[in-house]
């Protein structure tokens, strides 16, 4: 069932990196973000429902942190605009309350004012 998003997404200025924990593979890039969810653009397909352990590499410029890694759910997948790729809807799960700190400092400092 759908439910409506509480958050407002927001673009960022950086094309952030996205790797799969446990053997360090490109997932994706951020598209937008908020701090339950982020969707992603991808060269491959991945599975709605699927579990993810995911790490988003951060600019430098943000906080000692280069690196948050969290748990994620692919809650959607679909081609792109670009048929060279596909973008993906996770929602962010279990994130440490430093780290949603961090990742509300990120789009806070690095979001595009829409």
């Not at 599975?47 to 590499?57: D, F, V, Y």
Request: charged content about 30%; proline content about 5%.
């Amino acid at each position: 069932m759908f439910k409506p998003r509480k958050l407002k997404r927001r673009h960022l200025i950086y094309y952030l990196r996205v790797f799969e924990q446990t053997s360090g593979r490109l997932v994706g890039h951020v598209v937008d973000i908020t701090p339950e969810g982020v969707k992603l653009v991808l060269e491959k397909p991945i599975e709605p429902k699927s579990s993810w352990r995911l790490q988003m590499t951060l600019p430098e410029t943000l906080q000692e942190t280069h690196q948050i890694a969290f748990q994620a759910t692919c809650v959607w997948c679909d081609k792109d605009i670009n048929p060279d790729f596909f973008v993906a809807g996770m929602q962010i799960e279990g994130l440490a309350e430093t780290d949603k700190k961090v990742l509300e400092e990120l789009i806070r400092e690095f979001g595009f004012n829409d």
